[in-house]
């Protein structure tokens, strides 16, 4: 497998700022997506990383290592409604393009 | 162009029969994934098509799963002989194959084998 590693629950208070990691296997890596999953709703994307460093779209931030195999989604300025799974998926050359999705991260925001 | 469709949302079914779900991808996009979602968990994939061709079928596919793209549109998803282990969300996922345009999911369809 690809070993995806990410914790499986978080919580953080409104309005702070909240880091959450995803650990991969190196071998043949592409690149690395964040998906954002609302309970009972389909997965939608939040970034895409394939270079090594931090990309900012918003209140949202991406970060990827690539020698490290480590990838974390940054969220700033928490509001009640970021509470979702957050799923790491990296990919690889030689498998079609498909995503290979970490268990997810769930991340409950609390007033 | 309103994005994935998936249907049905919902489907009750008893064990051993069958049943068959569909997907609609965005017009202009090549790729369709199916991947299965149990709770807690990340979407595992399933199966892909590059237009009509089904290029990749994952081993939790076993020889009760069919999956068709016809036509290099729409697609199905059949599972025959259901049972009680296949209850789970069934996503569908369509991409351009521009990695950086991401995957656009469907709404899903939850099977609940009883």
């Known amino acids: 497998g690809q070993n995806i590693d990410q914790p499986t629950e978080m919580t953080a208070t409104e309005g702070a700022i909240v880091q959450i990691n995803c650990t991969y296997q190196t071998s043949g890596f592409n690149g690395l997506f964040w998906y954002q999953q609302h309970a009972g709703e389909a997965p939608t994307f939040l970034s895409y990383n394939v270079l090594d460093g931090l990309e900012e779209k918003g209140r949202f931030s991406s970060f990827l290592s690539r020698s490290k195999g480590y990838s974390y989604l940054l969220l700033k300025e928490l509001q009640m409604k970021d509470s979702a799974s957050y799923l790491c998926?990296?990919?690889?050359?030689?498998?079609?393009?498909?995503?290979?999705f970490g268990q997810g991260t769930t991340l409950q925001v609390k007033p | 162009d309103t994005g994935v469709s998936q249907d049905p949302r919902h489907k009750i079914t008893k064990r051993g029969q069958n049943v068959t779900f569909r997907c609609d991808p965005i017009?202009?996009?090549?790729?369709l994934y199916w991947y299965r979602q149990t709770l807690g968990q990340g979407p595992e994939f399933l199966t892909y098509f590059q237009n009509e061709a089904q290029l990749e079928k994952s081993r939790l596919l076993s020889d009760r799963f069919s999956a068709e793209r016809p036509k290099g549109s729409f697609s199905t998803l059949e599972i025959q002989r259901t049972e009680q282990g296949d209850s789970a969300m069934y996503l569908c996922?369509?991409?351009?194959?521009?990695?950086?345009?991401?995957?656009?999911f469907g709404s899903g369809t939850r099977l609940t084998v009883v």
């Open positions: 017009s202009e996009h090549n790729r």
């Open positions: 996922a369509s991409s351009p194959g521009t990695a950086r345009q991401g995957y656009t």
């Open positions: 998926a990296p990919t690889f050359s030689g498998n079609t393009g498909k995503l290979i």
